[in-house]
């Protein structure tokens, strides 16, 4: 069954379904239809967390001060860190 309705689209995504229409060489309705069904079932999908390499102890070097944060920045990114 086919309904019609009235969908105001941005110009970029109107040119982007006009060309897929073209290149598969289908109606613009069936672009429509087939877009939108993809993008339903894409949503629908579990998404993949990012995977992270493995974290390790980098130790601490002798003779910095931890507890000054100036003193880290101006060694780690020069005097003009600010």
């Avoid at 006009?18 to 613009?28: A, M, T, V, Y």
């Amino acid at each position: 069954m086919s309904i019609r309705t009235t969908v105001t689209l941005d110009e970029d995504v109107l040119e982007r379904l006009k060309e897929h229409s073209r290149s598969k060489g289908i109606p613009f309705r069936q672009a429509i239809n087939d877009v939108l069904r993809s993008g339903l079932i894409a949503s629908q999908l579990p998404r993949e967390k990012p995977t992270l390499p493995p974290g390790r102890d980098l130790g601490l070097r002798p003779g910095l001060n931890y507890d000054s944060i100036e003193t880290l920045l101006e060694i780690g990114e020069g005097p003009f860190h600010r």
